[in-house]
């Protein structure tokens, strides 16, 4: 337009078909005003255009106000239902919460919406309308005025000159002269309002022209304003996502089962795994004195739902009371599925090395040392557990799982080779070598871990036991202390090597039951006692 | 001579060593103490049809932190005693799985085996019915079952020569004599 505008103010621009327009003056004009009127339609049409897309692409109802509009989004509909859902679960279902937090969260970004909505219609929407429907219209209305004013002006100049023409040969001269005259002001008249109006035409088709940088800002507006209402929704939806994560975060039950020790700590922020001690809770409570604790199997069933009501803490633990072997099962499923074993694949080849030293002080010292290289979580919870573990080999008379007992079914849960499950050979060795460990580690569990006597007293609440009231558990125990010590074993342990400011020694006393050598003259040779046979006697078969 | 793989299998504490040491060596063991790994041998000569047999009886213990063991038994075991204790539930519901694992290492239907519920003398602790053990054999295209003590030395000789039979039928060999051998070898 521009260019079309230089051209003809140049006078290098040439137009054929303005041949009414008599005097030459106005040609370049005729130019103008035809290329605009042109160009008028095209804009007028592809506005109209514009501006019905447009509004097709408003959710709302064109030209109610943002507080309207904003109830008749989809989106506040939504955030409507969100609400509606969060108040009809309730608080303490954390979908519900979820649905009243999020519901909001989008009511804010309706109303966002709303206002970029009534924000385009008032700075797009209705100029390009305006332009479209109404601006563009009056001009051209104002260019068929002219036209008819220069058609009146044509034909008053044509009667004039015929009128001046047949004026010197007129009979009635004087009548001629008047009519003449007369015509000559009606085309000076029509002259001068057909000049008005082709000067006002052309100062609006100008002033149209230079407009048009206005009217094409409508489009950079339109993306400008789209672009502040996504940033205004990014801002809104930033500014709750952190807290929503977090509670998401703090309230999702993530499951304990197979999930590495060290974060699941992190994440629960307790201190001893939670199906840890969870299960040792409920054994202390009713499970202490079952026989074959930890060796017969629970029912697969049972012991899936117990790890399932683990992983979701919110659960009833309650029925697992009268379940020991579920519970056992549970805590040996645990301990086994633990991404690394609970005592680390890092010092696997230092527990073996420890395990293989034949002198006993020296072997006990050697595990020692093993033993306090755990990391900490993993140290506090291998303490938690042996401890329990030490006083459920208390009350071998009634359950029959001794020290070497409990270190055979447990053991292999508790330390594997990165590569086990290639070489059954390899497993036979580990398991070997692990259920040697465990059971020193449980018959001197006090010597190892001399702190925390009071361990299961300052732990944090559990689902209540029906079976609290159970009187008789306590002096039974304190009987079988008493019943146990007279298998103290023959040797003094060592004192760590490592200094330990003054280890109380005698805490040994009541928790040795060796497991060995009590029972060795009712079986006969037929079953080795531990592992130590078992290598003999494999050497026999080779 | 010939050797029979017999692989015995169960959960925890139904009684596998007890049935087992009972087989060989005719006593009851009363220790509670859990088997990581044993293996026994027995001649068995003079039961089975006249002829010298030697059977390798390997007693496997289903923890379930043994199982890279129990898969390597279970492909080498040519007969399979299945053993539950009919005062726990729980220990029978696991055959299931047990068995299925059998047939999936074997890679066949046709596997030598006995379902064996245990501890019958405790008739009054029984909570697993006969008849539900021997709707189970029928389940499981036939198996031979029994009922036994090892306590009270009821079938123990009937699970292994019946498993030793059901091999034999299988996998028929020529008879010879062999030199009468008896041995006993802990793992």
Not at chain 1, 238 to 253: A, R
Not at chain 2, 80 to 96: G, M, R, W
Request: aromatic share 8%.
């Amino acid at each position: 337009m521009r260019m079309v505008f230089k051209n003809v103010l140049n006078g290098t621009f040439d137009d054929g078909t303005g041949n009414h327009w008599n005097p030459g003056e106005f040609e370049s004009n005729v130019c103008i005003i035809l290329q605009i009127e042109r160009r008028l339609e095209n804009v007028r049409l592809v506005s109209h255009n514009a501006h019905k897309r447009m509004v097709m692409c408003l959710q709302g109802n064109v030209g109610s106000d943002v507080e309207k509009r904003h109830k008749k989004l989809p989106l506040t509909a939504l955030s409507q239902s969100m609400l509606d859902g969060g108040s009809q679960l309730g608080d303490e279902s954390f979908i519900g919460k979820m649905m009243e937090v999020c519901g909001e969260a989008e009511s804010k970004l309706a109303f966002e919406q709303s206002q970029h909505e009534v924000q385009l219609e008032r700075d797009i929407l209705e100029p390009l309308n305006q332009l479209a429907e109404v601006d563009i219209p009056n001009l051209l209305k104002q260019r068929k005025h002219l036209a008819k004013l220069v058609l009146d002006f044509d034909s008053v100049k044509a009667r004039y000159q015929q009128a001046t023409k047949a004026y010197p040969s007129a009979a009635n001269a004087q009548a001629m002269a008047a009519k003449v005259d007369t015509l000559k002001e009606e085309m000076d008249e029509a002259q001068n309002k057909m000049e008005i109006c082709k000067d006002q035409l052309a100062a609006d088709m100008y002033n149209f022209s230079s407009k048009e940088g206005e009217y094409a800002c409508y489009y950079v507006l339109l993306l400008e304003a789209q672009a502040e209402y996504h940033r205004r929704a990014l801002a809104s939806i930033e500014s709750v996502l952190p807290s929503i994560q977090s509670q998401q975060d703090k309230w999702t039950e993530k499951p304990a089962f197979g999930t590495a020790l060290e974060e699941h700590l992190k994440r629960t922020s307790r201190e001893i795994a939670l199906p840890i001690e969870a299960c040792i809770m409920m054994l202390l409570e009713t499970g202490m004195q079952e026989e074959g604790l930890f060796r017969i199997a629970a029912g697969a069933s049972k012991l899936k739902k117990l790890k399932a009501a683990l992983d979701c803490s919110t659960s009833q633990l309650e029925e697992f009371y009268f379940d020991p072997h579920a519970v056992a099962g549970a805590l040996k499923s645990y301990l086994r599925e633990l991404p690394e074993p609970l005592m680390t694949y890092q010092l696997y080849e230092e527990w073996i090395q420890a395990s293989n030293i034949s002198d006993p002080d020296k072997r006990l010292q050697a595990l020692w040392v093993v033993c306090d290289m755990l990391p900490k979580a993993n140290k506090t919870n291998f303490r938690y557990l042996v401890k329990f573990l030490a006083k459920l080999a208390l009350e071998s008379d009634i359950n029959k799982m001794t020290a070497s007992n409990i270190a055979i079914v447990l053991g292999p849960n508790l330390l594997w080779a990165r590569t086990e499950g290639s070489l059954a050979e390899m497993a036979a060795t580990t398991s070997v070598h692990v259920v040697s460990i465990i059971e020193l580690i449980i018959n001197h569990a006090s010597w190892f871990f001399p702190e925390g006597q009071s361990l299961f007293h300052a732990v944090s609440p559990l689902p209540c036991s029906p079976a609290n009231k159970q009187p008789e558990i306590a002096p039974r125990r304190a009987g079988t202390i008493n019943k146990k010590q007279h298998s103290m074993p023959n040797f003094q342990p060592p004192l760590p090597p490592i200094d330990a400011g003054g280890l109380p020694v005698f805490e040994l006393s009541p928790l040795l039951p060796t497991g060995g050598g009590l029972e060795a003259g009712q079986a006969g040779a037929a079953l080795p006692q531990t592992h130590q046979p078992l290598v003999q006697q494999t050497a026999e078969n080779r | 001579m010939r050797e029979y793989k017999l692989v015995v299998l169960g959960s925890g504490g139904v009684g596998k060593s007890a049935l087992t040491v009972q087989f060989v060596q005719g006593i009851f063991v009363e220790k509670y103490d859990p088997t990581i790994e044993d293996s026994y041998r027995k001649n068995v000569c003079e039961f089975i049809s006249l002829q010298c047999e030697l059977i390798r009886l390997l007693i496997v213990c289903l923890q379930e932190q043994f199982t890279a063991m129990r898969d390597l038994y279970m492909k080498n075991g040519q007969g399979f005693a299945l053993v539950y204790s009919i005062t726990a539930q729980s220990t029978f519901n696991d055959l299931q799985d047990l068995r299925e694992q059998i047939l999936r290492v074997k890679d066949t239907e046709d596997v030598p085996m006995i379902l064996v519920g245990n501890k019958c003398d405790l008739e009054d602790e029984r909570v697993v019915g006969k008849e539900q053990g021997q709707n189970f054999a029928r389940q499981w295209s036939n198996c031979a079952f029994l009922e036994s003590s090892a306590k009270s030395k009821i079938n123990v000789n009937e699970i292994f020569y019946d498993l030793v039979r059901q091999i034999n039928r299988k996998t028929p060999v020529e008879k010879k004599r062999a030199k009468k051998k008896s041995n006993c070898i802990l793992l």
